[in-house]
């Protein structure tokens, strides 16, 4: 399968502050990324498609303006969560399309204070 | 009605039972079927993959889908501690695209 890392995998911060977070292809260019949150107990929630070149496409109630998403090239693609509040506090996972399916990188969990 | 029903358990068994997974899905559309194994604070890994209906084995998983019934599992066999994990379901309409995902069902195999 495909080798999919997330940089930071863990970051706390302070109310108001924004962040961002780095998901990268390893061994495969990508001209599709998904990405998707997962909140405790429940189950993964696309936010967005990001596309090498244009802009991303967001799932209905996702706020473009607070997540955003840069498709910088074949390999990365960045989301930055803007002003961020402790109800976005939650575990962000990028996934990568390949063949038949997708493969997710091992997420980062955000913790807003 | 959720598109993906899925029980989120917990379900535990002893080392060495047989585990059974399902979930039930309302989209007629969907196609492919894919179950995810998550350990805690990981990202999901692929397990199985399925396309249209059928069973397909591999060790000691096995993966089956219904479509007439709208509903597919994911058998274990000879469950080990280092099964235990949220097992998700998934499936989308077309290859990549728009996948949804069932709530999790959180397996515990004691030993």
């Known amino acids: 399968g495909a080798v999919v890392s997330q940089h930071p995998s863990r970051v706390i911060c302070k109310s108001g502050t924004s962040v961002k977070i780095e998901c990268r292809s390893l061994?495969?260019?990508?001209?599709?990324m998904f990405w998707y949150r997962q909140f405790p107990k429940k189950s993964l929630m696309l936010m967005a498609t990001?596309?090498?070149?244009?802009?991303?496409?967001?799932e209905q109630g996702v706020e473009k303006d607070k997540f955003l998403i840069n498709h910088a090239s074949l390999t990365l693609s960045t989301l930055t969560v803007t002003s961020a509040h402790p109800e976005d506090s939650s575990f962000y996972i990028c996934?990568?399309?390949?063949?038949?399916?997708?493969?997710f990188g091992p997420g980062t969990r955000l913790t807003v204070l | 009605q959720k598109e993906v029903e899925q029980d989120p358990g917990p379900l535990s068994v002893p080392e060495g039972a047989i585990v059974s997974l399902n979930c039930t899905y309302s989209?007629?559309?969907?196609?492919?079927f894919m179950w995810y194994r998550q350990y805690s604070r990981k990202g999901p890994e692929l397990l199985m993959y399925t396309y249209s209906s059928g069973n397909k084995e591999d060790g000691r998983f096995t993966a089956q889908v219904d479509k007439s019934s709208k509903y597919i599992s994911l058998f274990i066999r000879d469950s080990q501690p280092s099964d235990s994990a949220t097992y998700l379901c998934?499936?989308?309409?077309?290859?990549?695209?728009?996948?949804?995902f069932g709530a999790g069902t959180r397996l515990t195999v004691k030993p």
């Open positions: 996934s990568l399309p390949n063949t038949d399916t997708q493969y």
């Open positions: 990001s596309n090498e070149g244009s802009k991303a496409t967001y």
């Open positions: 061994d495969f260019q990508a001209t599709t």
């Open positions: 989209n007629s559309a969907f196609q492919y």
């Open positions: 998934a499936m989308s309409a077309s290859k990549n695209n728009d996948m949804r």
